[in-house]
Each structure stands twice: as C-alpha cells, then as structure tokens.
C-alpha cells in the first residue's frame, strides 16, 4: 500500500525507490543475523573509459550492494563493496571475470575482507 502511494504520488525515482528497498533490506538483515562483508577491490587492464564504473554501479546495485568505484591515476579501477557474504562473493566473481562488455580484464586483487557488524556505507557511488 505505502509502495503504490508513493510511485502514484511520483515523489521518488525508480532508482530512488530501489535503493531505499535494498537499504531497508540490507538494514533488516543485520538485525536477523545475515552475515554481512566488507571488501576493497582493485582491477587491472583495459578497464577505463570502457563504462567500467558504471556497470560495476550497476552491478552492485542489482546485487542489493553498498560501494563505490573509481579510476586512479595508474589506469586501474578501485573500490568497495559491503553486503550480505554470498553476493559479495558473486561480485567479486563478477568483478574479475566479467566486467563491462568492451572491458578486458588481466589482473584483479581483493583486499582488507572482514566481517561488518552493519553497513557503513549507503548506496552504489562512483567517485572522481
């Protein structure tokens, strides 16, 4: 009833709506003993100016992820990811096997993974 209100009353976008809903699912699981994971990332090759950012936003989102990505000035593409462990592991696998279409990926490290006790970030954001 509340979800009709709102997309009838146009007051949210659909991203808008789907962020709040993965934040409110997100915020539930901690409370119901989802165990929730932290990772930075760093991926190597023909990753900028390839979209490469915004798929791994994309990605993260249709994952119900936190994060964020950008490029660095020695051509890689950096980040983090927070969420349930089972689709941060589906990210990863996603980050360093598949990537953007016109991406090439050669080289991928994950790093500082740990055990969160709730969610320190909120949303999917590309950073400059």
């Known amino acids: 009833m509340c979800s009709q ?3 009838t009353a ?4 659909l991203s808008t709506l789907l962020l709040l809903c993965v934040t409110l699912c997100l915020r539930m699981g901690e409370a119901g003993g989802i165990k929730l994971t932290s990772v930075d990332f760093e991926i190597f090759g023909n990753v900028q100016g ?3 950012r915004m798929y791994t936003e994309k990605q ?12 660095t000035h020695g051509g890689t593409v950096v980040g983090q990811v927070q969420g ?7 990210m990863k696998v996603w980050l360093s096997k598949e990537g953007s279409p016109s991406s090439r990926i050669t080289r991928f490290c994950f790093s500082n ?3 969160i006790d709730k969610l320190e ?5 590309t950073r400059f």
């Open 5 to 7: 209100r709102v997309l």
């Open 10 to 13: 146009g007051v949210f976008s």
């Open 50 to 52: 390839v979209c490469f």
């Open 60 to 71: 993260g989102l249709h994952l119900g992820l936190v994060g964020w990505v950008k490029n």
């Open 84 to 90: 349930p462990a089972h689709k941060v592991e589906e």
């Open 113 to 115: 993974q740990r055990n």
């Open 121 to 125: 970030l909120s949303g999917f954001k």
